[in-house]
């Protein structure tokens, strides 16, 4: 056999062996996870979409519902990151992840919108039809994620769809009240891009306005790096109670951290919802632990990092409930960054407490579990404002306590 005969058949060996790879991907293998908004949360509407898609076989589509009825399709990128219009009240809203063999994954939730958020772009166009493009508009190069976004106006007619180009490829379809706000986020490779807007409506009308705009370099959603300022990593010295947490995550200029939590040899302690600081004090059972600090982004990546820690036996200085079950809304100390809140549940209850959360003006923020429920206290980034927060608990019985404080964050 001569060389390159068997040189063919090497390659042609190999290309069989990665088609079968390809063919043998698990069609039934895959999820959608809706990282933002949370279940159950009171929201302000345009409602900020954050999800990704995994599966065996590759996602070639996402899309996402509102109360049944399509508003966005995305191509090619199995993340999504985008703002969905949305009325006063109670929606469902659903993710769909579509892979190339035709198979489905889903998410869905319930959310209340309480409030509308002001539109930042507008245009003073005095037309019937129109496409407005609000970004990118910038001229000089910009870093990826872009976000591509316009005004969408069609006053003869009702809109069929918005459609979003890039280069000439359909990157994205908008329908119902979405096709006049499309507003989402792209990730692209550094070079030169042409994104056009364009619109049809029933009468036959289309619209279009293209952006030209010019990718300098990719900020990809890196894991998050975890920093822990205390406890110190490799400190053996023993900690007073509650044990004081200072820690954040980063996961890149144009990325977000969606939860971050702490475990207690391997077991969940806390968790809290859309912010990449932790600060405050958690209650950890006296002894020698080991802790690890993780957190999660947008694109469903995680980080995390681990070490011992000692704590006191000390069982003095917390808040108790009165009655049980119980639980209290504990500390009101605001800080530039918001206020540092938390939980107190009764010391060593007939019925055991099993988990307990923290909600502020409705919205979920920070979960409490196993050594921690007995009382402890987290940093919650809020603006400036008065806040109602509420701490729910439940136990072993399933009974339900509850209590609510107004705070005021100057």
């Known amino acids: 056999m001569s060389r390159s005969v068997y ?3 090497v390659f042609l ?17 895959g999820r959608v996870s809706l990282n933002l908004p949370a279940s159950g949360s009171t929201i302000t509407a345009p409602v900020e979409v954050i999800a990704t898609g995994t599966a065996s076989c590759a996602i070639t589509s996402m899309q996402v519902y509102v109360d049944g009825i399509l508003q966005w399709t995305q191509y090619g990128q199995p993340a999504m990151h985008l703002m969905v219009p949305a009325i006063l ?15 489905s994954f889903a998410a869905s939730e319930v959310v209340y919108v309480s409030s509308l958020r002001p ?8 037309l019937d039809n129109y496409v407005w493009p609000c970004a990118p508009q910038s001229t000089s190069p910009i870093d990826s994620p872009v976000w591509i976004s316009g005004i969408v106006r069609s006053d003869t007619s009702p809109l069929v769809e918005t459609d979003i180009t890039v280069n000439g490829k359909l990157t994205a379809q908008a329908f119902g009240a979405t096709g006049y706000r499309p507003n989402a986020q792209f990730v692209f490779s550094p070079g030169m891009y042409s994104a056009d807007i ?6 036959g009308a289309t619209m279009h306005n293209p952006a030209g705009f010019i990718v300098r370099s990719q900020v990809a959603c890196h894991a998050p790096v975890i920093s822990v300022m205390r406890p110190t990593p490799g400190d053996t010295s023993v900690q007073a109670q509650p044990v004081v947490f200072d820690a954040a995550a980063d996961a890149g200029r144009q990325c977000k951290v969606t939860a971050m939590a702490v475990y207690e040899d391997g077991k969940l302690q806390y968790r809290a919802w859309n912010q990449s600081l932790m600060f405050g004090r958690l209650w950890l059972a006296p002894g020698t632990h080991r802790v690890t600090i993780q957190a999660w982004n947008n694109r469903g990546q995680v980080g995390k990092k681990t070490f011992t820690v000692t704590a006191e ?6 808040c108790t409930p009165e009655t049980t079950p119980g639980v209290m809304v504990c500390s009101n100390a605001p800080v530039g960054a918001g206020a540092i809140v938390g939980v107190g549940t009764p010391l060593d209850p007939p019925v055991p407490t099993t988990a307990a959360r923290i ?19 987290m940093l919650v980034t809020v603006p400036p404002g008065t806040y109602k927060v509420t701490a729910v608990a439940w136990d072993a019985s399933g009974a339900v306590s ?8 100057p």
């Open 119 to 126: 539109e930042v772009c507008k245009s003073s166009f005095d």
């Open 13 to 29: 060996l190999i290309s069989l062996c990665s088609l079968s790879a390809v063919a043998q991907c698990d069609p039934n293998a």
């Open 7 to 9: 040189i063919l058949l």
């Open 359 to 377: 909600y502020i003006n409705g919205v979920k923020r920070g979960d409490y579990y196993g050594d921690a429920l007995l009382h402890s206290y």
């Open 198 to 203: 364009s619109s049809s409506n029933l009468a």
């Open 89 to 103: 009240g109670r929606h469902t809203l659903e993710v769909k992840g579509w892979t190339a063999k035709g198979k």
């Open 402 to 409: 509850t209590d609510t404080q107004m705070y005021n964050v």
């Open 313 to 318: 036996e000390n069982l003095e200085g917390f």
